[in-house]
């Protein structure tokens, strides 16, 4: 029998509860699928880690990590470390140490959640939005200097290499060639920025040549607000900048209903290193310890990790059972308008799984 290894990083904040509720959701499935096994070993890193070392995690840590199957990764951000410390310590670390350049964030409206679209149908949000994960405007490139005196000056530059827009663009066009309706929209700025987002439009003109069975379009970035607004239907897998698509996954999780729910894998599609699946709703730690926290984001990220270690009817199996919780207005928690706990949802999500 097959025992994947899963690295789980809580993190910071509402981490700590959602994923322990998602590696308990995967014992129950791999014990009701019975054809393959999960060992977990947890890291403590993030913000306490951090004020006992001075790092958010040890200097050989992609080491630990570099021979598991995956990785489940709650949430980095403290309020007493600064934001660029936490994220650029730990996340964009692992991000950028394993080369998972494509981010992917499906959105749908689940079974019993609503939107605050109006006239939306279920099916007319069912979106995927391919972030750039390894450079762009979180390159980390830039600096300051004469700091603190008034001629102050700070750059963040944002650097685009053809090889790292090909790659993302032909992994987008890959994906929504798998999908039904076979349609890609590639999200730029190129009236504005003359340079890279026009190398952008270029180079997806060209991949689009090696796809001819994918429909595509452009769209800039603003455009493109309005348009999942007022057409989400028009809409199906997206590709966009690391920045960008930030922007609008956030966009498109709170069109589906909520933050709590929305999914992302970190996924590096040549697989030289584990991929990372994280919720994308980060520490909330206005919330934080009290157990209202929503687990669904993280256990559609887990869908997402099952699938990308081929196990596509074990994904389909959580995917169902989730869905089937999230139909029953009594097991949604506070941010979806209910009072539902962590704990509850995940033992219905648990009973689902053992039928
Ligand atoms: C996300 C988050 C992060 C990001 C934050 C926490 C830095 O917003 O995953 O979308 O911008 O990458
Ligand atoms: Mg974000």
Redesign the pocket.
Known sequence: MKTYRIATIPGDGIGQEVIPAGAEVLKALAAAAGSFAFSFENFGWGGDWYRQHGVMMPADGLDALRHQDAILFGSA?DPHIP?HIT?WGLRLKICQGFDQYANVRPTRILPGIQTPLKNCRVQDLDWVIVRENSEGE?AGVGGRAHQGHPIEVATDVSIMTRAGVDRIIRYAFKLAQGRPRKHLTVVTKSNAQRHAMVMWDEIAASVALDFPDVHWDKELVDAMTVRMVNRPASIDTVVATNLHA?IL??LAAALAGSLGIAP?GNIDPERRYPSMFEP?H?SAFDIMGQGVANPVGTFWSCVMLLQHLGEDAAAARLMAAVEAVTADPALHTRDLGGQATTAQVTAAVCKRLAH
Do not use: E, F, K, V
């Open positions: 951000g934001d994220l979180y930030d996954s956030d992302t994308i980060g």
